[in-house]
């Protein structure tokens, strides 16, 4: 298995409280990813990253944040969470090079349930 | 933009039975690959299989194969032979530029004993 590691795996947040989720990767991929999963949407990409320091929006960005600093480590913030970001969130990490054909190995996932 | 669409939400099939789920994609790119990938009950992703443009021929994996067809930009999963541990949800992939991954909606497959 791909060594990436999401945490937390569960967490019961209230409205209006920041969140961070992380995802740690030993895999030294360039290319890391969050999406989050929704009944009826599929997976949908919140944030990406194609190197340190550098990221850029996927397609459901509004609320949330994130931060590479160094190659292994992804995070993603909820700065006021909202019942409407309860979900699964999975991180994903692929490409050692610029190349479309490597595949994305998943997190275990996290879920979040906002009160 | 690039889109996957996955138009089924839902099938079921007969074990020992033969099932295709349908995937369509639109890209702009002349060079690309196309995952098809598995998600049990348990949450893990799972890749099945994965088909570059280029290649005419179409890929397969055990039990799983595709049929690519590059001009209708469609890319369906065929599951030979379905075994009841093949119930799962599936979502078909493309990259973009930039390995930036997009994913359709997801079928859901249930198999009858």
């Known amino acids: 298995d791909a060594g990436i590691t999401q945490s937390p795996r569960h967490k019961v947040t209230e409205t209006g409280t920041p969140v961070t989720l992380r995802c740690h990767q030993t895999e030294n991929h360039r290319y890391m990813y969050w999406y989050r999963q929704d009944p009826g949407h599929g997976l949908r990409l919140i944030h990406y990253?194609?190197?340190?320091?550098?990221?850029d929006k996927g397609e459901v960005s509004d609320g949330y944040s994130v931060s590479r600093s160094k190659t292994e480590d992804f995070l993603l913030t909820l700065e006021s969470a909202t019942s409407s970001q309860t979900s699964v969130y999975f991180c994903?990490?692929?490409?050692?090079?610029?190349?479309?054909?490597?595949?994305?190995?998943f997190g275990q996932g996290t879920r979040l349930t906002v009160v | 933009a690039q889109t996957v669409t996955q138009s089924q939400p839902e099938m079921s099939v007969q074990e020992a039975e033969t099932v295709t789920l349908s995937c369509t994609y639109d890209t702009s790119e002349s060079d690309y690959y196309l995952f098809w990938y598995k998600q049990p009950p348990s949450r893990q992703m799972i890749l099945v299989i994965r088909?570059?443009?280029?290649?005419?021929q179409n890929a397969t994996e055990n039990r799983f194969s595709v049929n690519f067809q590059k001009a209708a930009k469609s890319f369906s999963l065929k599951i030979s032979d379905s075994q009841l541990g093949d119930a799962a949800m599936y979502f078909c992939a493309c990259p973009r530029a930039n390995s930036k991954l997009t994913f359709g909606k997801g079928i859901t497959l249930s198999v009858r004993p």
């Open positions: 990253s194609y190197g340190v320091k550098d990221t």
């Open positions: 994903a990490i692929s490409g050692y090079t610029d190349s479309s054909e490597s595949e994305a190995f």
């Open positions: 088909q570059e443009a280029y290649k005419q």
